[in-house]
């Protein structure tokens, strides 16, 4: 996809075979930079560094933090967020009302399909900035 060559996607996720997989499928989608972090901190250091695009963010980090609130940072500085987890949206509670969201286990194929879908729509993974 050459019209993502100039775009910068960020994947935060815990499990390391789940980022490859995720970072791979970006990678696919013709991003110019796909940035993993492991963990929420590692990720707030990138973000300060790079301007995101488009974001993959597991909710639930193995460190017991949420991607809610830095999610929704992201958000207000313009970036498509997707959500995933093992969980059902519904189980998550209210922080993830207006994101996109995806339900874990995910394929390759299914998140590339995903990241197309919603980078053809209009204000696609984008909520009101609070």
Sequence with gaps: MPQNSDRTALCVEDEPLIAVEIAEALRDMGFGTVLVANGLQSAQVLAKKHQIDVAFLDV??????????????????????????????????????????L????SHDDIERYFRALLDRPGGGRIAAE
């Design 103 to 106: 339900e874990k286990p995910i």
């Design 60 to 101: 639930n980090l193995g460190d017991g933090t949420s991607s809610a609130a830095f999610g929704r940072s992201l958000v207000r500085r313009g970036a498509h967020v997707v959500f995933a987890s093992g969980y059902a949206k519904a189980e998550l509670g209210a922080a993830l009302l207006g994101f996109d969201f």
